[in-house]
């Protein structure tokens, strides 16, 4: 059996209850599989794949907090340190009902390459809790923040593990987390990314993901002879990454046709209409139906559907295994020229292989996404220097690093032979860099 075939089985047996986890593992080896066997003695004499599929340490710890009826509550809270090879651990905190140890697991696992991909020193780790921030008042939410922190900030800090927002942890959520490191750790360090612009955050960070995804569609649909202009895009979610990949497709001149939310997606003929989609999302909180009530030209439907419609690109950025095979078909059908991910794992295995299979340029999350890191990343330096950057400044340099992760994952691919697979290309461009760093440090 070879090298990879051995881990990939010792993996499963170890994480047998962690389907995620063994989905994301299983793609990446996979494709890595080409770097491995030219390298089989050296990485097996190292344990390289075994290393870097157990995490540095996993982090679990109970998140008591009161609600509005005085009522404790506990939730599970989770922090992963995958690998901190090539910089601090880095990555987002997810509040989500869903949020079990395998999801976290796979999304720490995967952020190792994407922040390998976005060529700044960061390390891979991710966390979160299954608490839903869904009806919870203001007050509530604090309270599960300030518990969550209470916890977490002994295992964070500027050098050694800095988390993010993710789904369910936006501006408000980072910051009643920042004030509780503050004051228990009594100092003031850039110890968490998407902060408020009035104590450390970055400029461009809200937009990043989103404006990323583009950035990077762009330059493939240009590799490719054509252009974003003219282009109808279907999106999925209407979340952080969802509305601002939205903005930006349509200042590229493309028009965006859908959006959806956990309970149903909107076909809006005239093109979405990104002002009314973010009050309605960002300052109400409130359901995709109050959009299709406040617009004419919008249908609401119930459950899913957004890959049903006619489209030349489709960018999905809800959440994990949101495009399955049955879309993968009719996106095909449809005539679909690109899929780029906005979200983690969102088309399923099968999914994948049936569009790289179809001729549909396809580009997985953990490069697509990369830009929300990115600029992550840009905020520390910027906290490390105490000083702010434009928003044109950043947003000048997360254009580059999307451009250039393109042209990386597509020298990747092209240099083992895989020419277009842009999910081989980015599996080992983002590995090669990690296991370079993990040989120089030795067995550690
Ligand atoms: P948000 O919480 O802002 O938005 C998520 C959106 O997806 C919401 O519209 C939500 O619907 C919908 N959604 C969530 N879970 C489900 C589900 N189980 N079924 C259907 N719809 C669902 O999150 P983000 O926009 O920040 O994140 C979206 C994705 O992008 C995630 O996979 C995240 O890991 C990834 N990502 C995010 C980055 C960032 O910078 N924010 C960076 C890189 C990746 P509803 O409104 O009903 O809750």
Redesign the pocket.
């Known amino acids: 059996m070879g090298y990879v075939d051995e881990v990939l089985d010792l993996v499963a047996k170890k994480n047998a209850d962690q389907p995620e986890f063994l989905q994301a593992v299983t793609e990446v080896l996979n494709s890595l599989r080409p770097v491995v066997e030219a390298n089989e003695e050296v990485y097996r004499k190292n344990a390289i794949l075994e290393r870097i599929t157990e995490p540095d340490r996993v982090i679990m710890f109970r998140v008591p907090w009161v609600d509005d009826k005085g009522k404790v509550q506990v939730n599970r809270g989770f922090r992963v340190q995958f690998n901190n090879s090539i910089g601090p651990y880095k990555g987002?905190l997810?509040l989500?009902p869903?949020v079990n140890l395998g999801i976290i697991k796979f999304?720490g696992f995967e952020q190792i390459f994407k922040n390998s991909l976005t060529s700044l020193p960061i390390g891979g780790g991710k966390g979160g809790s299954d608490f839903d921030p869904?009806g919870k008042s203001d007050r509530e939410i604090m309270a599960f923040c300030q518990s969550f922190m209470t916890e977490l900030c002994k295992y964070i800090g500027a050098d050694v593990d800095v988390p993010?927002?993710?789904?369910?942890t936006?501006a408000r959520e980072i910051g009643y987390m920042f004030g509780q490191y503050k004051r228990i750790r009594g100092m003031f360090e850039g110890v968490l990314t998407?902060k408020g612009l009035s104590y450390g955050g970055s400029l461009a960070r809200t937009e990043?993901?989103g404006y990323g995804l583009l950035y990077i569609t762009e330059e493939l649909m240009k590799c490719h002879g054509e252009s974003m202009e003219g282009k109808t895009c279907v999106v999925?979610?209407?979340?952080?990454?969802?509305i601002y990949a939205i903005q930006k497709a349509q200042q590229m001149g493309a028009k965006v046709v859908t959006c959806?939310?956990?309970?149903g997606w909107i076909y809006d003929s005239e093109g979405i209409d990104v002002e009314l989609l973010r009050e309605v999302?960002e300052v109400k909180r409130a359901?995709l139906t109050e959009y299709a009530a406040a617009r004419k030209s919008a249908e609401y439907h119930e459950g899913r559907g957004v890959w049903s419609v006619k489209c030349d690109i489709a960018l999905p950025?809800?959440?994990?295994n949101?495009l399955l095979l049955d879309d993968a078909k009719q996106l095909v059908a449809n005539g679909c020229k690109a899929v780029c991910e906005?979200?983690?794992m969102?088309t399923t295995l099968d999914a994948t292989e049936y569009l790289q299979n179809n001729g549909v340029l396809f580009i997985c999350?953990k490069a697509s996404?990369a830009g929300?890191?990115a600029t992550s990343a840009l905020e520390m330096s910027q906290n490390s220097e105490r000083l702010s950057w434009t928003f044109e400044e950043v947003d000048a340099k997360l254009k580059n690093i999307m451009v250039n992760i393109y042209h990386n994952i597509d020298d990747a691919a092209k240099q083992y032979g895989m020419e277009g697979n842009y999910v081989a290309g980015a599996n080992i461009a983002g590995f090669q860099k990690v296991v370079d760093a993990m040989l120089a440090h030795g067995v550690c």
């Open positions: 987002g997810r989500h869903s999304l869904k993010a927002g993710d789904i369910g936006g998407g990043a993901t999925s979610g209407a979340g952080n990454v969802a959806s939310d956990s309970t999302k359901r950025c809800a959440t994990q949101e906005g979200a983690n969102p999350g996404n929300g890191v």
